[in-house]
């Protein structure tokens, strides 16, 4: 088609739909101004090529428009049908009460809810979430848990309401806040989805009967007696019993308080305290060294009786700054500046350090280490003929109680020359061991302590001539139970030829008293697990992960074994295999100290 006949063609077509043609010329300019290019010339329309579309492409365009209508109809359902949904606000829910709390007082909440739409509410649900430190007394409806957090209200008609009181005690600290967060779950009979209603309420415990204050050194020399007294005082005429707790940092050990302490604890019953509303607690501990933190804490625990819960209603803690002493003195034994244990039979490595770290001379150094063991009939378990002390220092020996003997030993400038002048900057080591006694030549039965307490201290003259002391580090060594493991093979072909190895577990103990005992190991290859015999506990075999589980609840101590065996079949022997059965670990926990103990028996290889 000819570009003359071109624009003739659309010129007809365009007088068939305009009702007053425009003029000729005017048609012309328009048309040619449409197909024109940039340089002014008019494309040939015969060039001009016309593809159909992908079918693919016009199903994906149908689809699109099809989602674009249901979204509008949706948009249009919501905008004009507003009775098919869920009105929220027609739901009013609300929690009441003290905003302004005491410790241990009896505080009610009420929890209101009320249905003010036209449509009925069903599956209603109300649940609580308390603050920490409340604890629940009673509610005006009963709870459906044990837990008494929920509440079922079920079906809730329109224009009604209702309500739920809860009492209860706050327990905390002062100025502590405490948060309740109750929600209610419903479902609207115009609805199908479940709704929710959150409502909370913050209160703030501005009222405390009871106060922890703190006093003590702050300042104090590593090694030095440190003091630190704990005042509690109460404004209430309740007189249930509370709990005393001190938090020490790790590099600090409590040697004496008043009154005493257990685990660091002690309870304080107002019926029995020299005054009625106020408890005092001294005590007295050295730092062994200046590794931080430094502070120790006092903290007040409240028992809610009915459920044997503690509450924190008071802390305090002090920090001291530890002081740089003009002599360095401590003492390691096997190894440990801390508190440590050992066994019947064990060797005591002790090792004491001192070093005068002044500008001037230190003179006539004396230095003492004292163990205060557990005695039978005045006879201490160390084995002090057994001691090794090149220097040999002096050692005297002093019953203390019925039940403890202390063991003193002393070195001076007539044992140790360095002692007599000590250089700044200079260092004088002094090493010595000291064996326990074994089970068999002590009777470990009759001990009624389970500690040993180990004291070192030297005395000196500064450079002024002026007389001086320095403590050394406490260390206190829990006497553990001599538990031993002993693991045994036999090795013999069976009739199929194949390996047959014969194990038997052996555990020995004749100290204390041990519980919740474990002994466990995996066979690796292709084997077979035969069981045998367990004079003690149970014995058992997990072929999934193909281990061999010893349990004992409790074992006694005697002269008796305590012994499980069972065979193990080598079915195939690979030659890349080394190991049959993994390194026994045993678990076990001393009766009478609670301390963790933990052994490694031998694994069995295969030649």
Same mark, same amino acid.
């Given at each position: 088609m000819s570009d003359k006949n071109t624009k003739r063609f659309v010129k007809k077509q365009l007088e068939t739909i305009i009702v007053s043609p425009p003029d000729e010329n005017d048609i012309d300019t328009?048309?040619?101004?449409?197909?024109?290019?940039?340089?002014?010339?008019?494309?040939?329309?015969?060039?001009?090529?016309?593809?159909?579309?992908?079918?693919?492409? %016009?199903?994906? #365009?149908?689809?699109? =428009?099809?989602?674009?209508?249901?979204? &509008? &109809? +949706?948009?249009?359902? $919501?905008?004009?049908f507003p009775g098919q949904t869920a009105?929220?606000? =027609? &739901?009013?829910?609300?929690? %009441?009460?003290? %905003?302004?709390?005491?410790?241990?007082? !009896?505080?009610?909440?009420?929890?209101?809810?009320?249905? !003010?739409?036209?449509?009925?509410?069903?599956?209603?649900?109300?649940?609580?979430h308390y603050p920490e430190g409340f604890v629940f007394i009673t509610s005006s409806v009963p709870s459906n848990n044990s837990g008494h957090t929920e509440w079922k209200i079920n079906s809730l008609k329109s224009s009604s309401e209702g309500s739920l009181i809860i009492t209860g005690k706050y327990y905390g600290q002062y100025n502590e806040q405490k948060t309740w967060r109750t929600f209610f779950n419903y479902t609207p009979d115009n609805f199908n989805s479940e709704l929710q209603k959150i409502t909370t309420l913050t209160a703030v415990i501005n009222d405390n009967p009871y106060k922890l204050e703190l006093t003590g050194s702050d300042g104090v020399a590593v090694g030095s007696d440190a003091f630190y007294t704990f005042s509690v005082s109460k404004t209430t005429d309740n007189k249930q019993p509370i709990q005393? #707790?001190?938090?020490?940092?790790?590099?600090?050990?409590?040697?004496?308080?008043?009154?005493?302490?257990?685990?660091?604890?002690?309870t304080i019953d107002w019926g029995s305290t020299t005054s009625p509303d106020n408890f005092r607690?001294?005590?007295?501990?050295? $730092?062994?060294?200046?590794?931080?933190?430094?502070?120790?804490?006092?903290?007040?625990?409240?028992? $809610? +009786?009915? !459920?044997?819960?503690?509450?924190t209603i008071a802390t305090a803690g002090i920090t001291s700054q530890l002081l740089k002493s003009d002599l360095e003195f401590g003492t390691t034994i096997n190894g440990t500046q801390n508190d440590t244990e050992a066994k019947p039979g064990e060797t005591?490595?002790?090792?004491?350090?001192?070093?005068?770290?002044?500008?001037?001379?230190?003179?006539?150094?004396?230095v003492t280490i004292s163990f205060d063991a557990p005695s039978v009939k005045r006879q201490s378990l160390l084995n002090w003929s057994g001691l090794e002390d090149k220097y040999d220092g002096s050692v005297v020996g002093e019953q203390l109680t019925d039940t403890v003997r202390r063991g003193q030993i002393t070195w001076n400038s007539k044992k140790i020359s360095d002692l007599a002048k000590i250089k700044p900057g200079s260092e004088v080591l002094i090493n010595v061991k000291l064996p326990l006694k074994?089970?068999?030549?002590?009777?470990?039965? +009759?001990?009624?302590?389970?500690?040993?307490?180990?004291?070192?201290?030297v005395d000196y003259l500064d450079a002024k001539g002026i007389s001086k002391s320095t403590? =050394?580090?406490?260390?206190?060594?829990?006497?553990?139970t001599d538990l031993a493991f002993i693991g045994r093979d036999t090795l013999t072909i069976n009739g199929q030829g194949k390996e047959e190895h014969a194990v038997s577990w052996i555990l020995t103990n004749t100290f204390h008293p041990l519980k919740n005992i474990t002994a466990t190991a995996v066979a690796y290859g292709d084997t077979t697990f035969l069981s045998g015999?367990?004079?003690? =506990?149970?014995?058992?075999?997990?072929? %999934?992960?193909?281990?061999?589980i010893w349990t004992i609840d409790e074992l006694q101590p005697g002269d008796n074994q305590s012994k499980n065996t069972f065979t193990l079949v080598l079915n195939t022997k690979n030659p890349t295999q080394n190991t049959l059965l993994s390194k026994v670990t045993i678990e076990a926990e001393d009766a009478i100290t609670g301390q963790k103990i933990s052994l490694i028996g031998k694994e069995i290889t295969l030649k």
């Open positions: 328009c048309l040619t101004n449409i197909y024109q290019d940039h340089e002014g010339r008019i494309p040939n329309m015969k060039e001009i090529s016309i593809k159909k579309s992908s079918p693919f492409v %016009r199903i994906l #365009s149908f689809v699109f =428009g099809l989602v674009v209508v249901c979204a &509008l &109809l +949706a948009w249009a359902g $919501f905008l004009y009105n929220e606000n =027609g &739901l009013v829910f609300d929690i %009441r009460g003290s %905003r302004d709390v005491a410790v241990g007082v !009896t505080t009610t909440y009420t929890l209101s809810y009320a249905n !003010t739409s036209d449509a009925h509410i069903k599956n209603a649900t109300l649940s609580v005393l #707790s001190i938090v020490p940092p790790g590099n600090f050990i409590i040697t004496s308080s008043t009154p005493a302490l257990k685990n660091n604890k002690v607690l001294i005590i007295k501990g050295k $730092f062994k060294n200046a590794d931080t933190p430094n502070m120790i804490k006092g903290v007040l625990y409240l028992p $809610f +009786a009915d !459920t044997n819960q503690l509450f005591l490595a002790v090792t004491i350090h001192l070093k005068n770290s002044s500008p001037e001379e230190m003179k006539n150094a004396a074994t089970t068999t030549g002590f009777d470990y039965s +009759a001990i009624k302590e389970t500690v040993i307490k180990v004291n070192s201290s403590a =050394g580090n406490p260390i206190i060594i829990t006497l553990e015999e367990t004079t003690d =506990g149970t014995s058992g075999y997990d072929p %999934r992960d193909k281990k061999i």
